[in-house]
């Protein structure tokens, strides 16, 4: 059954330094998102790509947070510096890509749960 | 902003009852409306989505949706301890081709009790 990738799954880190995730969407899925969810939340979109280009960002914090999908496959959201208030899970979804209202179904990789110290 | 509501629970029901999870919406343009289920310290699972009035049953679940009331339900029967889980509700942007962007509320708990 076709999955989204994502390393590392685990990742501690301490304030200030440099962080990257890495998700390898659904074979086919033209659509990539990164999701952030806070403890006790739900994800909040940070980044959305169609292919290789960015769709919608208007959440991610560009003073720290940079996102990549250079051959419009897998991708690499970056975080630099790191915050303490950057603890959470990052999520990254694929979806195929739809123009109906009802389509564009999104499935979720495993994770990358990030420790800021 | 647009909001998706969920009573954040804990929802208990005794094992073989039926868990019934609500979800409202502001958004009065949004077309589809999607449940996913997320065990503790994982990612989330889709369960099912709905995009017409009425129900959708798939399996043990079903999914209401009215949006003149802008509500969402999801009904889960014969629980089971292994549905204890949060179940999150998420609302697709009702702009046309708009993304496919999801609002997801803050989910419910659900536990089952033997």
């Known amino acids: 059954e076709a999955e989204v990738a994502q390393s590392p799954r685990y990742k501690i880190t301490e304030k200030s330094q440099a962080v990257a995730f890495w998700c390898d969407p659904i074979?086919?899925?033209?659509?990539l998102y990164w999701y952030r969810q806070i403890l006790g939340q739900g994800p909040e979109l940070l980044v959305q790509?169609?292919?290789?280009?960015?769709?919608?960002d208007s959440q991610l914090p560009k003073d720290r947070f940079s996102a990549e999908r250079l051959k419009g496959v897998d991708s690499t959201l970056k975080i630099q510096p790191a915050e303490l208030g950057d603890s959470a899970m990052y999520l990254c979804a694929s979806s195929l890509q739809s123009g109906t209202s009802w389509g564009g179904t999104q499935y979720f990789g495993p994770g990358t749960r990030l420790l800021v110290l | 902003q647009k909001e998706v509501e969920q009573n954040s629970g804990p929802l208990s029901v005794p094992e073989g009852a039926i868990a019934s999870l609500n979800c409202t919406y502001s958004d009065q343009g949004s077309q589809s409306f999607f449940w996913y289920r997320q065990y503790s310290g994982k990612s989330p699972e889709l369960i099912m989505f709905i995009y017409s009035n009425g129900d959708k049953e798939d399996g043990r679940f079903t999914a209401q949706l009215n949006k003149a009331s802008q509500y969402v339900s999801l009904l889960i029967r014969d629980s089971q301890p292994s549905d204890s889980a949060t179940y999150l509700c998420?609302?697709?942007?009702?702009?046309?081709?708009?993304?496919?962007?999801?609002?997801f509320g803050t989910g419910t708990q659900l536990k089952v009790e033997l």
């Open positions: 998420a609302v697709k942007d009702g702009v046309t081709g708009g993304g496919n962007k999801l609002t």
């Open positions: 790509f169609q292919d290789e280009s960015v769709v919608d």
């Open positions: 074979s086919g899925h033209a659509t």
